[in-house]
């Protein structure tokens, strides 16, 4: 599976550009997109639904499949785009879902510049003490990247491997939460050793010790850690366009 088109610039997505499509570009570095344009395969429109697999836009032939638990869902959601609406994900108030990509060499960053990025919308009444957007990886691996949304606060995690074989990990944390804002572009991107949280393209927190190679063989998630019950995370908001790409 060769992971060969773009990087999304979704440009200054403030809350008002959020509310109007920012009409994607491409480049030639973007590993996975998904857009959640579709309805789910074997699904029909609204949902909800347990299963079936959204296609991967960066990578046609590769997809992201629901899984759930404990009574979890997935279903239809829509954010405005300035000429109607486009297609966006909700996930569940109760048990737990996610979308899960299947591992592939080409979301591992390893040591190289990365972009991960997703449109998010949360209520007060949505709010957890844990929310995971997309991660490749969990907490206690050796190796993790991942956007979340703990307590409506946007964040992001890495961790990896120094030259000297020791681990290292990064956290960033915006100093506000999102919370009842409406939809909000949340991006982690690393230059170089400097890895940098944005905010509607705002940057709100940077670190210059992010030079750590980053590489596993673990599924990315969407939604949540995995769809277990207890200590999962699960986001319980709205998300569209999730992002990884590399450069």
């Not at 610039?9 to 499509?21: K, P, R």
């Not at 959601?77 to 300035?82: D, E, I, S």
Request: proline letters at 6%; a neutral charge; glycine letters at 12%.
């Amino acid at each position: 599976m060769g992971r060969t088109m773009s990087a999304l610039a979704l440009g200054a997505v403030t809350l008002a550009a959020a509310l109007v499509d920012t009409a994607p570009a491409y480049a030639a570095t973007e590993q996975l997109r998904l857009d959640f344009d579709a309805t789910p395969t074997g699904q029909v429109e609204p949902g909800p639904w347990t299963a079936g697999c959204f296609a991967d836009v960066a990578t046609p032939g590769d997809s992201g499949c629901i899984a759930v638990n404990g009574g979890g869902s997935i279903s239809r959601a829509t954010r405005p785009n300035g000429t109607g609406s486009s297609p966006a994900l909700a996930f569940p108030a109760t048990g737990s879902a996610i979308v899960q990509v299947p591992h592939a060499a080409a979301l591992n960053p390893g040591s190289g510049d990365f972009t991960v990025s997703a449109l998010a919308k949360v209520t007060s009444a949505q709010v957890t003490t844990g929310a995971n957007l997309v991660q490749k990886g969990v907490f206690n691996d050796p190796t993790q990247w991942k956007l979340q949304l703990d307590a409506g606060v946007p964040g992001c995690r890495i961790k990896g491997t120094l030259a000297d074989g020791t681990t290292a990990e990064v956290r960033l944390t915006s100093p506000t939460s999102i919370a009842d804002q409406g939809w909000t572009f949340v991006q982690c991107k690393r230059r170089g050793n400097v890895l940098t949280l944005l905010v509607d393209n705002q940057p709100v927190d940077t670190n210059d010790k992010a030079g750590m190679n980053i590489s596993s063989t673990a599924n990315v998630n969407i939604g949540a850690k995995g769809t277990g019950l207890t200590n999962n995370d699960q986001f319980r908001g709205q998300l569209d366009n999730v992002l990884f790409s590399l450069g």
